[in-house]
T-cell receptor
Framework: EDQVTQSPEALRLQEGESSSLNCSYTVSGLRGLFWYRQDPGKGPEFLFTLYSAGEEKEKERLKATLTKKESFLHITAPKPEDSATYLCAVQAGTPRLTFGEGTQLTVNP | GAVVSQHPSRVICKSGTSVKIECRSLDFQATTMFWYRQFPKQSLMLMATSNEGSKATYEQGVEKDKFLINHASLTLSTLTVTSAHPEDSSFYIC????????????FGPGTRLTVL
């Protein structure tokens, strides 16, 4: 059974204080690892897809990396508008996604 | 591109009534659509996978007679919660996978269902 564990559950940062979110996974035959951002009362917003170990992708202040066991979402110099829940999901042999519990990020001004 | 809409965004109904939620892919064709449920402070739980023109595949523990899914076209899937009860109150979110993509799924904005 595919498993995804995200840590920490919650993270509070000061504006400009860089940090990383972790997503550990156990899956047989990874087809893709996905990062989404979810604001309260909204659907998840797609951020990145990573396919193989060593791959990295960047978007503004966010950078996602992937190893064979985990993925990191690095946030550089975050701003208050980066506050959200960040979700990690994996996809194996079928198109269905298995989600982690998410990391709730709060960036204080 | 890759926009998914849901309607309604919010619905309040009385116990025992049925509620229909629509999920549309606006600018792409979606061979497969997924329905999720999300309770407060929890992650998304997949309820069912629907493929255009065929019966939906339900996850273990999800009652298919209670949550009716229809995927009649490449841009529209509907979820009907039949005889809704207060415990069905939740945030329902759909996602769609483009016909030309195996991987990426794009999510709708969600529908907040409250059953009184």
């Amino acid at each position: 059974e595919d498993q995804v564990t995200q840590s920490p559950e919650a993270l509070r940062l000061q504006e400009g204080e860089s940090s990383s979110l972790n997503c550990s996974y156990t899956v047989s035959g990874l087809r893709g690892l996905f990062w989404y951002r979810q604001d309260p009362g909204k659907g998840p917003e797609f951020l990145f897809t990573l396919y193989s170990a060593g791959e990295e992708k960047e978007k503004e202040r966010l950078k996602a990396t992937l190893t064979k066991k985990e993925s990191f979402l690095h946030i550089t110099a975050p701003k208050p508008e980066d506050s959200a829940t960040y979700l990690c999901a994996v996809q194996a042999g079928t198109p269905r996604l298995t989600f982690g519990e998410g990391t709730q990020l709060t960036v204080n001004p | 591109g890759a926009v998914v809409s849901q309607h309604p965004s919010r619905v309040i109904c009385k116990s025992g009534t049925s509620v229909k939620i629509e999920c549309r892919s606006l600018d792409f064709q979606a061979t497969t659509m997924f329905w999720y449920r999300q309770f407060p402070k929890q992650s998304l739980m997949l309820m069912a996978t629907s493929n255009e023109g065929s019966k939906a595949t339900y996850e273990q523990g999800v009652e298919k007679d209670k949550f009716l899914i229809n995927h009649a076209s490449l841009t529209l899937s509907t979820l009907t919660v039949t005889s809704a009860h207060p415990e069905d109150s939740s945030f329902y979110i759909c996602s769609a996978r483009a016909s030309n993509s195996y991987n990426e799924q794009f999510f709708g904005p969600g529908t907040r269902l409250t059953v009184l």
